[in-house]
């Protein structure tokens, strides 16, 4: 609410000095109006931040292409491009803090620094193509500079708005959503022209799928008719095309044709119903009986993003799977109340290097579909890094959230976009939770080729479900789920969930509490909805967290007793 209320006190000013400069420039490019000290300080920041956040050689023509675009958006003389393609190659870091108080002391950013987000944002569109790079950059500059990331969201969804059609009638209890609307009106006024050349018959604008004529006639009160005719242009609909993918149908409007080698399944489900300049797709690691039968039920509180799919795939092989799981938990918990075992032993279960013999007669119930569901996952993986090459999503920024299975699919879909050449700035963040793969840091190295933001990994060390499927693997002792990968890249976040997840089968009815853990946007929704508590049975998580007190205790007093729970 406050970001909304700053936001619609600057646009109120600025509408007042543009209404008194005239209607001609309704709208006048950031760089126009820094002096030059805050535009060279404005590029040199932009410069270092490309260097810091991406300074792997393979990045370098993206750094020089921006860098070079950048000082031209602003304005600023040719003889300055040496110093900033040193900027941008590595060099004048510690002047970060110099340059960024600089901007901020700058009379025009010193009470609206927000309009440095804006004029990003709006160099980043210029060509119909938002790189995730580029967001990620911008979220960055953001940080340097003390503006909240809801700001850039919130320019986001009013680019949007500047051009859906506003008809419809307000109802007399519907005053919130007026205020919100008359708010979107102003912005579309700076944020749609900033984007917009028409002196150069180019227009950059977007759309959620409306059709050309519609949004010509939307855009004519807003940029003008000459505006306007080149929005609806065949060259403008492309550029509004490529940022939202062919037709604007998007995602949605891909569903498997016919059988791609040993993928039976894969399509894209909607979880929300809006549009976004950045997309999330989550993907589910298994499906079970009940509540949790459907690939959506798990992200009922996911709200990374206004655009949000999640990906149905093999669902005969994953509700086998879901199946075999819960029998496995129903026979261990019964093999433990028959032997009359202490659940204390759970914990030396987790580390033991034998397992119990009554644990192992009935390994024959998982150990089939989870090898037929680790090979399919690895497969569907490489699809979907194929649709996401071929911009099916439109050229905008996509995070991966998945977990279980669902996390080796996004391992194997960023392991196969990095053999391709075109496979930087589409992916912004991924989040792989409990995940069944290789967790040794040569492997995940590759990863950072492709994810422009971060890789998060949330793994829990007490997940003997996972230890246990991968007991007779040369990885059993070098798995993801079950602790750090040890890269040394500042995308690589490990995030240990020890403290919410009891074990594996935690990470879908706990989703609600690991998202938030882990820093991933969640909205509320309905108690029922959220889960309620671990798949473990109380007893267990009581007595397992006694053991894991105990075990504790016992390496603070250097106490050699921890072998006593792997009988």
């Known amino acids: 609410m406050a970001v909304e209320e700053k936001w619609k006190g600057w646009v109120s000013k600025e509408h007042q000095e543009a209404e008194q400069a005239g209607e001609k420039e309704l709208y006048v490019l950031l760089g126009r109006q820094l002096g030059e000290p805050g535009r060279f300080a404005y590029a040199a920041l932009c410069g270092i931040s490309l260097a810091w956040l991406f300074p792997e050689n393979e990045q370098s023509s993206f750094r020089t292409e921006f860098i070079q675009g950048f000082v031209k958006w602003l304005d600023l003389p040719d003889a300055v491009l040496p110093a900033m393609a040193a900027f941008a190659g590595g060099l004048g870091g510690e002047g970060t803090e110099t340059f960024t108080d600089i901007l901020l002391k700058d009379p025009i950013l010193k009470e609206n620094p927000v309009a440095i987000t804006q004029d990003l944002l709006s160099f980043s569109l210029r060509d119909g193509y938002y790189d995730a790079r580029a967001r990620v950059l ?29 008809k419809e009638e307000e109802s007399e209890s519907a ?16 944020l749609l022209i900033g984007l917009a050349s028409v002196g150069g018959g180019t227009v950059i604008g977007l759309t959620g799928g409306l059709a050309a004529p519609l949004v010509a006639a939307g855009a004519a009160a807003i940029i003008g008719s000459a505006g306007a005719a080149a929005l609806g242009s065949t060259a403008g609909i492309a550029v509004l095309a490529s940022l939202f993918g062919a037709a604007g149908a998007g995602l949605t409007g891909y569903k498997m044709k016919k059988r791609v080698g040993a993928i039976e399944e894969f399509e894209f489900l909607p979880l929300t119903e809006g549009k976004q300049l950045h997309i999330t797709i989550a993907i589910t690691g298994w499906l079970c009986a009940g509540k949790y039968g459907s690939f959506t039920a798990p992200w009922s509180s996911l709200l990374q993003s206004r655009e949000q799919y999640c990906l149905g795939w093999e669902s005969k092989y994953l509700m086998e799977l879901g199946s075999a799981l819960d ?149 059993q002792l070098n798995v993801a789920g079950l602790q750090p990968v040890d890269l040394d890249d500042r995308r690589m976040v490990n995030m240990d969930l020890s403290s919410v997840v009891n074990g594996h089968l935690d990470y879908m009815k706990q989703m609600d509490t690991i998202l938030k853990a882990v820093g991933v946007k969640t909205k509320e929704c309905p108690p029922e909805e ?26 603070n007093t250097g106490k050699e007793e921890d072998e006593a729970g792997g009988e």
Request: some cysteine.
């Open 138 to 166: 911008i979220c960055h500059i953001n940080l340097l500079l003390r503006i909240p990331l809801e700001e850039l969201e919130v320019l986001e969804e009013s680019l949007l708005e500047s051009l859906k059609e506003q």
């Open 175 to 190: 005053e919130v959503s007026r205020k919100k609307k008359e708010r979107r009106k102003k912005l579309k006024r700076y």
């Open 327 to 475: 029998t496995l938990l129903n026979g261990f918990v019964n093999m433990m109340a028959q032997e009359a075992l202490k659940f204390t032993v759970l914990s030396g279960i987790v580390t033991a290097l034998t397992w119990p013999t009554s644990l192992l007669t009935v390994a024959s119930v998982i150990d089939n579909p989870w090898g037929v569901c680790l090979h399919r996952s690895a497969e569907v993986g490489k699809h979907l890094a194929h649709i996401l090459l071929s911009r099916q999503q439109g050229k905008r920024p996509v995070t991966l959230i998945g977990f279980s299975l669902g996390a080796r699919v996004i391992y194997f879909c960023l392991q196969e976009m990095a053999q391709e050449k075109d496979c930087q700035g589409i992916t912004e963040d991924v989040v792989l939770l409990g995940a069944p793969v290789e967790g040794e840091a040569k492997h995940w190295k590759v990863l950072t080729k492709v994810v422009s933001g971060r890789i998060i990994n949330g793994y829990c060390r007490g997940d003997w479900l996972l230890r246990f499927v991968y007991r007779t693997s040369s990885v």
């Open 530 to 555: 959220k889960g309620s508590g671990s798949l473990f049975p109380s007893l267990a998580v009581k007595s397992q967290r006694e053991a894991d007190g105990e075990a504790q205790g016992q390496e």
